[in-house]
């Protein structure tokens, strides 16, 4: 069965800090990887998704991947209290393909004002 | 309207009723999903649709019976629910480069 695996915090950081979440996956053939962000009662937003070993940039949020680790990260610079949510991370197969997401348990983020 | 449209946003059902939920898409997407979401446990993909097709049914009780008329939406008829099936039901639709989720509906089962 595969699996996503994430620490369910609560993940505490002061406002202005980096905040740094990680997840780990077990289907070694997973290819698509991508972080939602959900607030309390709302349903979850994609905000990045990577499929290439290394990093990718966009704004604050960057998004880490190590395939030979199956290791996936996400890092928010500047946290802001707005950033407090739940980040979910999900594993996928190809980008052209329809393998069904699979969803970790998700970290709870607070940022202290 | 534009983007994934559930209703309704929050449902309570006794253990005898039958209800459906309803979820329409707008971004011409070809697959369709519907996740639970308890606390404390990960999305749990209950059933998968393909171009009107189902392509996948991940061991759902029958007491969920989905639906999908055309590639735009998609129900989910409730029938003899439990208590412990109370949760936030969520639709989306998309492929592998991400999906989007439709706001939920919150369920409760009285």
């Known amino acids: 069965q595969k699996e996503v695996e994430q620490n369910s915090g609560p993940l505490s950081v002061p406002e202005g800090a980096i905040a740094s979440l990680n997840c780990t996956y077990s289907?070694?053939?997973?290819?698509?990887f991508f972080w939602y962000r959900q607030y309390s009662g709302k349903s979850p937003e994609l905000i990045m998704f990577?499929?290439?070993?290394g990093d990718k940039e966009d704004g604050r949020f960057t998004a880490q991947l190590n395939k030979a680790s199956q290791y996936v990260s996400l890092l928010i610079r500047d946290s802001q209290p707005s950033d407090s949510a739940t980040y979910l991370c999900?594993?996928?197969?190809?980008?052209?393909?329809?393998?069904?997401?699979?969803f970790g348990k998700g970290t709870r983020l607070s940022v202290i004002a | 309207e534009t983007g994934v449209t559930q209703t309704p946003r929050h449902l309570v059902m006794g253990m005898t009723n039958k209800k459906s939920l309803k979820c329409e898409q707008h971004?011409?997407?070809?697959?369709m999903y519907w996740y639970k979401q308890s606390a404390k446990k990960p999305l749990e993909l209950m059933f998968v649709?393909?171009?009107?097709?189902?392509?996948e049914n991940n061991s759902v009780p029958s007491r969920f019976s989905p639906e999908c008329p055309n590639s735009s939406h998609l129900f989910l008829h409730l029938h003899t629910l439990q208590p412990e099936d109370s949760a936030l039901y969520l639709c989306?639709?998309?492929?592998?480069?991400?999906?989007?989720f439709g706001s939920g509906t919150r369920l409760t089962v009285v």
């Open positions: 289907d070694r053939g997973s290819q698509s």
């Open positions: 999900a594993v996928g197969g190809e980008y052209s393909g329809n393998t069904p997401l699979v």
């Open positions: 989306a639709s998309g492929e592998g480069y991400g999906y989007t």
């Open positions: 649709y393909n171009f009107k097709e189902q392509t």
């Open positions: 990577i499929y290439s070993n």
């Open positions: 971004l011409g997407h070809n697959a």
